[in-house]
């Protein structure tokens, strides 16, 4: 079948499956470069000018559908929902359907105010988002878990899965060939002193640094020369393999987690594969399984660097809108969206473009101003129903953000009310 004729089929999978359902379906080929944002995206990108990163949303979904098993259910940077099923044409994944948008049971305010913060949106704007949102159907979740696995169907039909298992076995053939290549050159150089030789820490040091920064090209390559290493110093003795590397995989889930890694990810693949190495009786599945979990960890670091991290950003600001009278902490809020603080502090102020305790305080500071101008509690009271330890500290922080302290906003705001 050439080329246009399989597309001409996806493209027809994919109207039958709008047609029938009525929902939208579209066709998503992972060369193509041009920008494949869903119709809400696109349309307020072009209204108001702003860049949601919806197409990476959209390939990260059909890259996250193969890994998952074919179905993915996920929401765009505008919080519409939408589900991909993965097209598979010589052994590899070269498209995906992907279907939405859809509202999983109807409009969300807070989620338009989060959003609206997040894009610098006005009133006006946000007005048109929600209008936006009113075109669109509304579903609870058991129709679209239904739906995606019909789409699953449908991409199934259209893809070509017979060479797979031929492509698993010529990569790993190739990481055996390496290994060897570096085993006969250890030999080589060292003779019969395996004995004496360290434990490859330098090694190890550059592995974790390339899963943590996601570089899984670069991991693999050093993976097999650490394998070398300790077959070579161990003798190929399968049980000391075993220890090393479920140490090893610990330290990887780390490094994963420094990476920006999704901790609930990590730690249920973690048991999966802890489970998975102790069942290996030889040395080639022990490095078959650490190469899928290098693979893994890398593809969690690299994707949430990709995506921006939006529905993350947008459970965050939720947390941080429905608990800022709260005590709550940087720390508070990362646990809440399963990240470690360092990691979440630095991705934060990229996102919003202030830092997270600015964003908070500003949150504060708000509450504060509606109270003053319509309540007659004193300025400890205020300060503490907002979240803000004593009122010498609140006092500087609304100064600095409003410009005056809170008495003064209190005065000027109850004698000529609308007046800011």
Request: hydrophobic share 35%; glycine share 6%; proline share 2%.
């Amino acid at each position: 079948m050439s080329s246009d004729e399989t597309r001409e089929r996806w493209l027809n999978l994919a109207s039958d499956y709008e047609i029938s359902t009525g929902i939208s379906c579209r066709l998503l080929e992972l060369d193509d470069t041009r920008n494949k944002s869903c119709p809400v995206c696109s349309d307020l990108a072009e209204q108001f000018g702003i860049d949601t990163a919806c197409s990476q949303t959209h390939h990260f979904a059909a890259y996250q559908s193969e890994r998952w098993g074919g179905r993915y259910v996920y929401l765009c940077p505008l919080s519409t929902l939408h589900w991909s099923s993965p097209l598979i044409q010589n052994g590899m994944m070269v498209g995906a359907l992907i279907a939405g948008p859809v509202l999983l049971n109807g409009i969300d305010n807070a989620t338009l105010s989060s959003i609206g913060d997040r894009y610098n949106l006005n009133t006006r704007q946000i007005s048109e988002l929600h209008r936006q949102y009113e075109k669109i159907s509304s579903l609870k979740p058991q129709r679209v878990n239904s739906l995606s696995n019909l789409l699953h169907t449908a991409a199934q039909s259209g893809s070509d899965r017979q060479d797979a298992a031929y492509f698993e076995d010529q990569e790993s053939f190739q990481h055996e060939s390496r290994i060897g290549e570096y085993l006969h050159l250890l030999k080589s150089m060292e003779g019969d002193k395996n004995s004496d030789m360290d434990y490859p820490i330098d090694l190890e040091r550059k592995l974790l640094s390339h899963v943590a920064k996601g570089e899984k090209s670069n991991a693999q390559g050093v993976l097999d020369q650490l394998i070398a290493r300790v077959m070579y110093i161990t003798g190929v003795n399968l049980d000391v393999i075993k220890s090393r590397i479920l140490e090893l995989v610990v330290l990887l889930s780390r490094a994963a987690l420094e990476g920006g890694a999704d901790v609930e990810q990590i730690f249920g693949l973690n048991y999966r594969y802890l489970q998975g190495i102790r069942r290996c009786s030889s040395t080639d599945e022990l490095t078959s399984w650490l190469r899928r979990i290098i693979n893994r960890f890398g593809d969690l670091v690299f994707d949430l660097r990709n995506v921006k991290h939006t529905e993350t950003i947008l459970r965050s600001l939720r947390f941080m809108r429905e608990n800022f009278y709260e005590r709550i902490s940087l720390k508070d809020v990362a646990a809440q969206v399963g990240l470690s603080p360092d990691y979440f502090g630095k991705f934060f102020r990229q996102e919003i473009g202030r830092s997270f305790s600015e964003f908070l305080n500003g949150l504060r500071i708000e509450e504060a101003k509606r109270l003053l101008a319509n309540s007659t509690a004193s300025l400890g009271d205020i300060g503490y129903a907002c979240g803000f330890e004593d009122q010498s500290y609140f006092t500087r922080v609304f100064r600095k953000s409003v410009g005056t302290t809170p008495s003064m906003y209190r005065e000027r705001t109850q004698r000529y009310p609308g007046v800011e």
